[in-house]
T-cell receptor, first 112, second 114 residues
Framework: GNSVTQMEGPVTLSEEAFLTINCTYT??????LFWYVQYPGEGLQLLLK?????DKGSNKGFEATYRKETTSFHLEKGSVQVSDSAVYFC???????????FGTGTSLTVIP | NAGVTQTPKFQVLKTGQSMTLQCAQD?????MYWYRQDPGMGLRLIYY???????DKGEVPNGYNVSRLNKREFSLRLESAAPSQTSVYFC?????????????FGDGTRLSIL
């Protein structure tokens, strides 16, 4: 079956630190992979996506590379800001299936 | 651009009461979804509708019913609310049932059942 596993949080970083949030997946075919961000009191917003192996998704300084050999899609940012404090969700969707499979989310707090 | 609109934003119910959560999207998407979000549990799919006229159960459908009223609207009904249904409910929509299309989310309905 399909599933997504994210690193446990919460994660606390100082401003300008390097961020990595690990995400690994299990899929029966060739999934598309997504990162979503949820700010307090809001819904999930698409942050970036990758639809095939070796694709790199990027947005707002965040990057993630679709690694088929390690079934991973780790989220990285070189220098985090206080405004990046949020919950981050990794997700996959496969083929013509209608369902998304979400990780449990990783809470990030960035302190000045 | 409204995107996905959910109403109400907040609601408090007593055990046994019923209510309907409304969701509408203006992106002409075929597929719509209802999730609940609980601390430490991530998002769990309640029901989804792949296209107008169809609905299917997700991971946690018990205690809920849905109606795909038309292409724009997908409602979630609690017939007899229970404290275990206290949660944040999110509606989402998607262009089609293709894997590379993202879901778009509303801002949620925060529901407390006493």
């Amino acid at each position: 079956g399909n599933s997504v596993t994210q690193m446990e949080g919460p994660v606390t970083l100082s401003e300008e630190a390097f961020l990595t949030i690990n995400c690994t997946y299990t899929a029966t075919g060739y999934p598309s992979l997504f990162w979503y961000v949820q700010y307090p009191g809001e819904g999930l917003q698409l942050l970036l996506k990758a639809t095939k192996a070796d694709d790199k998704g990027s947005n707002k300084g965040f990057e993630a590379t679709y690694r088929k050999e390690t079934t991973s899609f780790h989220l990285e940012k070189g220098s985090v800001q206080v405004s990046d404090s949020a919950v981050y969700f990794c997700a996959l969707s496969e083929g013509t299936g209608n369902q998304f499979y979400f990780g449990t989310g990783t809470s990030l707090t960035v302190i000045p | 651009n409204a995107g996905v609109t959910q109403t109400p934003k907040f609601q408090v119910l007593k055990t046994g009461q019923s209510m309907t959560l409304q969701c509408a999207q203006d992106m002409n998407h075929n597929s719509m979804y209802w999730y609940r979000q609980d601390p430490g549990m991530g998002l769990r799919l309640i029901y989804y509708s792949a296209s107008e006229g169809t609905t299917d159960k997700g991971e946690v459908p018990n205690g809920y019913n849905v109606s795909r009223l038309n292409k724009r609207e997908f409602s979630l009904r609690l017939e007899s609310a229970a404290p275990s249904q206290t949660s944040v409910y999110f509606c989402a929509s998607r262009e089609a049932g293709w894997g590379n299309q993202p879901q778009h989310f509303g801002d949620g309905t925060r529901l407390s059942i006493l």
